[in-house]
């Protein structure tokens, strides 16, 4: 069983200050950690993804994430945040074992990002 | 076309209607996914096809109906909906099996039942 938990629904910064959005996560087995981001009534999109290799893991638009097994987090970070960053985040799990993916992606509950001028 | 494309991209419907979402995919993946996302709820996993074999039915009632006739294309048939189901529907789309097999989302048919 996996499960994410995503702490804020609501995340607020001033443009140029860092972004951080939290995500923590529970999985039997070793897992595969996304960060898909949601802009207004498109799909998602995918900043990034760990999958056991580096466990800092840089994704599109200046994102990086995290992955720290001793305290199952995996938090999504930008150094300046910038007005187009404004969307909703979510954390996905997936389970993963010997190297076959079941193909399930477990969501969290989402962030909403606001960035003030 | 590119990526993944759903449509109708809205659609508004009465409970007594049928209907149909339409889902296309041109990454050459082999598996599609059928996602129902409700305000103030996590995306949940409707239905899943590998290779055109539903693998996954995560206890959807029957007023929804999948049919997957290729590796390409994704249909979710609609009937006798309720109020509750108005949802923002999303597909997506994935290479099982590689390396790299990430979900690739579409737009999303905005689903409203009255």
């Known amino acids: 069983a996996q499960s994410v938990t995503q702490l804020g629904s609501h995340v607020s910064v001033s443009e140029g200050a860092l972004v951080l959005l939290r995500c923590n996560y529970s999985?039997?087995?070793?897992?595969?950690l996304f960060w898909y981001v949601q802009y207004p009534n498109q799909g998602l999109q995918l900043l990034l993804k760990y999958t056991s290799a580096a466990t800092l893991v840089k994704g599109i638009n200046g994102f990086e994430a995290e992955f720290k097994k001793s305290e199952t987090s995996f938090h999504l970070t930008k150094p300046s945040a910038h007005m187009s960053d404004a969307a909703e985040y979510f954390c996905?799990?997936?389970?993963?074992?010997?190297?076959?993916?079941?193909?399930?992606?477990?969501f969290g509950q989402g962030t909403i990002l606001t960035v003030h001028p | 076309e590119t990526g993944v494309t759903q449509t109708p991209r809205h659609l508004v419907m009465g409970m007594t209607n049928k209907k149909s979402l339409k889902c296309e995919q041109h990454?050459?993946?082999?598996?599609m996914y059928w996602y129902k996302q409700s305000a103030k709820k996590p995306l949940e996993l409707m239905f899943v096809?590998?290779?055109?074999?539903?693998?996954e039915n995560n206890s959807v009632p029957s007023r929804f109906s999948p049919e997957c006739p290729n590796s390409s294309h994704l249909f979710l048939h609609l009937h006798t909906l309720q109020p509750e189901d108005s949802a923002l529907y999303l597909c997506a789309s994935s290479q099982e099996g590689a390396e790299r097999d990430e979900q690739y989302f579409g737009p999303g048919t905005r689903l409203t039942v009255t």
């Open positions: 996905a799990v997936s389970a993963h074992a010997g190297g076959t993916s079941y193909g399930k992606l477990t």
């Open positions: 999985s039997s087995v070793p897992p595969y």
């Open positions: 990454l050459g993946h082999n598996a």
């Open positions: 096809y590998n290779f055109k074999e539903q693998t």
